[in-house]
């Protein structure tokens, strides 16, 4: 699947709907529905948020992978910020000691069995992948 979406926080819905339909169509193991689903959204809305020098659309990528599946969104005419290199997150830290910012982040990192990031010409690409647990133990899925 490959498709682009407004910079508007309505697609989500559309992203979600989206999702669901390439896991069935794919037979993709529905367990990773919501970690996907959460990258999904915490990386589109980061977008939308942070990258506001821009107005074209956000370009949504899967396909189908041995025991799972890979995801990429892609930003165009905007600025390099790097996820990959976001800092730790204390979570065991008193929320009064915290800095808000970069939890989900932290999140995507954690959830994504891989996760890559790829920048050039003011083109900005994270790439994410998740797998079933019965595929990470070398099992048959």
Known sequence: MIKKYQRSFDQISEIVADTERFFTDEK??????????????????????????????IKIE??????????????YDVERFDPTLAGEVDINAPLTDRVPGGLGLYLVLKMADSIHYEYHDRKSKITFTNRTAAWEKGQDV
């Open 62 to 75: 899967m396909r189908p992978i041995e025991g799972g599946l890979e995801v990429s969104l892609t930003d």
């Open 28 to 57: 993709i193991d529905p367990a990773l529905r919501m970690k996907v689903d959460l990258s999904l959204e915490e990386l589109f809305v980061n977008m939308v948020n942070y990258n506001t020098e821009t107005e074209q659309d």
